[in-house]
């Protein structure tokens, strides 16, 4: 029996990494590197949860080199969320001997992983949206260091936006004094802009097409991307007369932001097809 139970052990060793080897064929894998100096390098990495389900996917570009916190900012339905699950799913990935669906990606080692993604919403504990989120951060704050890998979905969501946007912010602070590894998605307009000049922290935006007012599902890395709510509100039926009462509502103040982004935005994707054109003349 002890021979039995020898080989079974063997078989089952040889049968893991046999596995690994085949998944990591499948979904075109490569080995990570794995690094000291805390940086996230993805390049053109493919969620593997597409390509085993045979869903075509947009390739993944991300770079975290000398900051530590990405702040991710894009229209509703615009691939945010994958991102963040994405880059958690490829951190325990490597960390569990398994190969990356991508070109190139170098992580470090997290010892934590800590995430607040969806609604814990509650009846039987009394708990509001905004409630759950405050318990998870609370808790997150408070054990996170250096090694962690924090993914937040939604940050200052299910409050005054006012408030929100700057809970969000000491939140981001402290985590920042904390060197944890951080990716955040948000609507909030101050929030960008406070991203934008803080060192540490980096903008994201994910591409949204106002020609034919659809998402891309890419990562543009530098710059935050517009919430083209109303757009999209009027893609998915809404009435062109509650369209523009929302715009006549909203005021110049606070859409100048959303108005700058949307213009750049417009003006990268004119380049990008002139740059196309040139290269095929």
């Known amino acids: 029996s002890n021979e039995i ?7 089952k060793y040889l049968d893991q990494h046999f596995t690994i080897a085949k998944l990591a064929h499948h979904i075109k ?13 993805i390049k053109k990495a493919v969620n593997p949860l597409f390509t085993l389900a045979d869903k075509d996917a947009v390739d993944l570009n991300l770079e975290l ?40 990606a170098q992580l470090p ?15 039987e504990d009394d708990l509001s949206t905004f409630s759950a989120h405050i318990q998870n951060l609370a808790r997150i704050i408070d054990n996170s260091h250096e090694h ?18 700057a809970l969000s ?24 802009v406070w991203a ?22 890419e990562l543009l890395m530098g710059t935050p991307g517009a919430s083209y709510a109303l757009e999209i509100s009027k893609r998915m039926g809404l ?23 949307t213009i750049l935005e417009k003006e990268r994707l004119e380049v990008k097809s002139l740059q196309l054109e040139l290269l095929q003349r």
Do not use: W
């Open 5 to 11: 139970e020898e080989s079974f052990n063997i078989l």
């Open 29 to 41: 894998a490569i080995q990570p590197e794995i690094n000291n100096n805390g940086s996230i390098i």
């Open 65 to 104: 080199t000398n900051e530590k916190i990405l702040l991710l900012s894009g229209p509703n339905a615009g691939g945010k969320t994958v991102v963040l699950k994405s880059l958690g799913l490829y951190a325990l990935m490597a960390q569990c001997g398994l190969y990356i669906p991508a070109k190139e």
């Open 109 to 123: 080692i997290f010892t934590q992983f800590m995430a607040d993604i969806g609604d814990q919403q509650s009846m």
């Open 148 to 165: 962690s890998l924090i993914l937040l979905d939604e940050l200052g969501t299910g409050t005054d936006p006012n408030t929100g946007a």
């Open 169 to 192: 912010q000491a939140i981001m602070e402290a985590l920042l004094k904390k060197k944890s590894t951080v990716v955040a998605t948000t609507h909030l307009g101050t929030l960008k």
């Open 196 to 217: 934008s000049e803080e060192n540490g922290i980096v903008n994201g935006g994910m591409i949204f097409d106002s020609g034919v007012l659809s998402p891309t599902y």
């Open 239 to 261: 009435n062109d007369d509650i369209i523009n009462r929302s715009k006549e509502l909203v005021g110049d103040g606070s859409v100048s932001l959303e108005n700058i982004l």
